[in-house]
């Protein structure tokens, strides 16, 4: 049974918006802080965006607060992330993972991941 999996990936024209989607078992979900990292080549993978189990609380990093929201549905087991604005710095791969609480900031944090989904950038 796949435990996390991200769904929405794709190409998109600079400017434009995609909504990513973050599925998982109740097990690796419920109560769980959801986040999405993502990753360009040769680069690190660093988190972008938190969500906490109850989706009350939020975390948007610098690069990419104001153009990013993130949401859950816990009836559902999921979560999404819809980005506005795209650019081709934002091309990169991205992974939803799930960790224990809030806290968690660094990929050694997050006990679950998704394969991920890439997202291309460009005219």
């Known amino acids: 049974q796949v435990q996390v999996a991200e769904s929405g990936g794709g190409w998109v024209q600079p400017g434009g918006s995609l909504t990513l989607s973050c599925a998982a078992s109740?097990?690796?979900?419920?109560?769980?802080?959801v986040g999405w990292f993502r990753q360009a080549p040769g680069k690190e993978r660093t988190l972008i965006t938190q969500i906490s189990g109850n989706g009350n609380t939020k975390y948007y990093a610098r690069a990419v607060k104001g153009r990013v929201t993130i949401s859950r549905d816990n009836a559902k087991n999921t979560v999404y992330l819809q980005m506005n604005s795209l650019q081709p710095e934002d091309t990169a791969v991205y992974f939803c993972a799930t960790a224990a609480d809030f806290t968690a900031r660094k990929p050694s944090d997050y006990d679950y991941w998704g394969q991920g989904t890439q997202v291309t950038v460009s005219s």
């Open positions: 109740e097990r690796t979900f419920r109560d769980r802080a």
